[in-house]
């Protein structure tokens, strides 16, 4: 979990598109595009979440916990 502690420096960032997906960005590289279902369920996930925790999740949901 963030042993680096480089979640805090928050890499990640995300964009919601009108057409309901949402591209996931690492220091602004778009590296994952979420369809409409997985969108709906991230934003679910991070509703109430600090920033921290939703630096985890799109670590978690794009699979990147050692490339930041």
């Given at each position: 979990?963030?042993?680096?502690?480089?979640?805090?420096?928050?890499?990640?960032?995300?964009?919601?598109?009108?057409?309901?997906?949402?591209?996931?960005?690492?220091?602004?590289?778009?590296?994952?595009?979420?369809?409409?279902?997985?969108?709906?369920?991230f934003?679910?996930?991070?509703?109430?979440?600090?920033?921290?925790?939703?630096?985890?999740?799109?670590?978690?949901?794009?699979?990147?916990?050692?490339?930041?």
């Amino acid at each position: 979990m963030d042993q680096r502690d480089k979640l805090k420096e928050n890499p990640f960032s995300y964009q919601i598109r009108k057409n309901g997906t949402i591209a996931i960005f690492v220091e602004n590289k778009m590296i994952k595009t979420l369809g409409e279902k997985d969108a709906n369920r991230f934003l679910r996930r991070i509703l109430n979440a600090d920033e921290f925790n939703v630096q985890l999740e799109l670590a978690r949901v794009t699979g990147h916990y050692k490339h930041v």
